[in-house]
């Protein structure tokens, strides 16, 4: 309800984990990918954040998690308020007879994440997502409006704005129009829990913007990878879901985050995201997983796993990591809890 003039809105956003990586764009100011992807809603993981429009020209100002950031080295940002400002334009009660803008608008986003900036999170995603549907709900716009304006925030965004397995598709027109993201399953998977392991939650090395560039510049198994891996996973994956076969959905989700990494590897220079402490995770669940696939690890652009489990296995997954990861034994009870509460994040709606 505008207050004063000013039109204000909070809403809570989850963040999403590909299961099928987008990894390159064939269009970098639309955000347009080379590739589909698809991704499962964490709906525990969210951005909560503020949107508020504020009349008068004024700076534009953006905090998470109490720090402002420096929008002129952040420059999507305000790619996402031309755009909702041009949206607005659009709007009769906002604009003259000439569609000329007579009430102008700066805006104010104060966002708060339960999970680590920049970390190979996809904290990108929930934030922006959450912008983009703060504004949908600002500016009335329809569906497709708000997903192009969380997806030129950062494309992952537009997977965030539902929950479930949501199927973002690359399109074919040069202006984005059938680049959406959409729900492909109408029933959740409510038992499938994600369990989160942060290795190290500071800022990544590459960023996955510069990454994309370099791996589509430089990898010669970027283009085998989307023509003739990528289509067929997605149809796997949906199948899997559909079914509930968690054996199928977990070899295609390890596998296509291992071909994600090996594209980066292929790039010239190299591009590292995993550590040590992945490999580690990465033979654990070899491990816990040799009689029977019952755990799916996935990365993305950075070492942080995202591990994904049915809710009658969370258990035992739990008390393998704890056994089979080296932490001393002062950090053990705290790792035991943190552990825990990865326990209850589902990806429930
Ligand atoms: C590895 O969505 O963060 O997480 O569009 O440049 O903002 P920009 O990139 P971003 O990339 C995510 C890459 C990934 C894979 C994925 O989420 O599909």
Wanted: neutral net charge; contains cysteine; charged residues 25%.
């Amino acid at each position: 309800m505008p207050q004063n003039g000013i039109e204000s809105v909070t809403v809570r956003v989850p963040m999403n984990i590909a299961l099928v990586k987008y990894w390159g764009k064939r269009d970098e100011k639309l955000i347009l990918p080379l590739n589909d992807s698809i991704s499962l809603t964490v709906d525990k993981l969210t951005a909560e954040t503020t949107v508020r429009m504020i009349p008068g020209v004024g700076k534009n100002t953006v905090e998470i998690n109490g720090k402002q950031v420096e929008l002129n080295s952040n420059k999507r940002y305000e790619t996402v308020f031309e755009e909702a400002l041009r949206l607005q334009r659009k709007r009769k009660d906002h604009s003259d007879s000439n569609g000329n803008q007579s009430v102008f608008y700066h805006f104010e986003v104060i966002s708060k994440t339960n999970f680590p900036v920049a970390a190979g999170l996809a904290s990108s995603a929930a934030g922006f997502a959450a912008i983009a549907l703060g504004i949908q709900r600002l500016l009335n716009l329809d569906d497709v409006q708000a997903n192009r304006l969380a997806r030129i925030g950062s494309g992952s965004a537009c997977r965030s704005m539902f929950g479930g397995l949501v199927h973002w598709k690359k399109g074919e027109k040069e202006d984005g129009s059938d680049c959406v993201a959409v729900k492909t399953d109408e029933s959740n998977w409510t038992d499938l829990y994600c369990i989160i392991l942060v290795f190290n939650d500071g800022r990544k090395k590459v960023g996955s913007s510069e990454g994309m560039k370099r791996t589509r510049e430089t990898s010669t198994l970027l283009k085998y990878r989307i023509e003739s891996i990528v289509p067929k996973r997605i149809e796997q994956i949906k199948e899997a879901y559909s079914n509930r076969n968690f054996e199928t959905l977990a070899h295609v989700i390890m596998a296509d985050s291992n071909q994600f990494h090996a594209v980066c590897l292929d790039s010239v220079p190299p591009i590292r995201y995993l550590n040590d402490a992945s490999w580690q995770l990465i033979e654990i669940i070899e491990k816990f997983n040799e009689n029977e696939t019952r755990a799916a690890y996935t990365f993305d652009a950075g070492p942080n796993a995202c591990v994904i489990v049915q809710k009658k296995d969370a258990k035992s997954l739990i008390y393998s990591l704890l056994q089979s990861i080296e932490i001393p034994s002062e950090d053990l009870k705290s790792a035991e809890e943190e552990l825990k509460e990865s326990f209850e994040f589902s990806t429930e709606t």
